[in-house]
Nanobody, 124 residues
C-alpha cells in the first residue's frame, strides 16, 4: 500500500514562493499519475495540478496557471509543486494524491490514496 507524505508548507508573504514535496513509499510510484489538490477553510477540496506517470503531460487549474509548476522524480518517488507569485487566496491545506490510471488529470475520483496535507498560508 502506497503512503504519501507532504512537506514544504509554511507562511509566506504575497508575491513570494514555496516549494512543496510529496514523498511516496510502497506501491509503484512510476506508474501513478500524481495530483495536487487544496482545501481552503470552509470550502471543498479542489484540483490544483496533475502530472502523468511519465511526467510528459501536466495539467493545471486556471487559477494557478503560469504561477505553479508540477514536476516529478520517479527515481526518488517524489512529486513537487513549485508555487510562485503566491496570493492570499492560495491559502489552503495542500494534498498530494495518487492516480492509479496514470493520467494525473483533474477528476478527483481518479485518485485513491491521499497524503495528510501541508498548510500554506499567504499573508497580504
Amino acid at each position: 500500500q502506497v503512503q504519501l507524505v507532504e512537506s514544504g508548507g509554511g507562511l509566506v508573504q504575497a508575491g513570494g514562493s514555496l516549494g512543496l514535496s510529496c514523498a511516496a513509499s510502497g506501491g509503484t510510484f512510476s506508474s501513478y499519475g500524481m495530483g495536487w489538490f487544496r482545501q481552503a477553510p470552509g470550502k471543498e477540496r479542489v484540483f490544483v495540478a496533475g502530472i502523468k506517470w511519465s511526467g510528459r503531460s501536466t495539467y493545471y487549474a486556471d487559477s494557478v496557471k503560469g504561477r505553479f509548476t508540477i514536476s516529478r522524480e520517479n527515481a526518488k518517488k517524489t512529486v513537487y509543486l513549485q508555487n510562485d507569485k503566491l496570493k492570499p487566496e492560495d491559502t489552503a491545506v495542500y494534498y498530494c494524491a495518487t492516480d492509479p490510471t496514470g493520467r494525473g488529470k483533474v477528476e478527483a475520483y481518479l485518485y485513491n490514496v491521499w497524503g495528510q496535507g501541508t498548510q500554506v498560508t499567504v499573508s497580504s
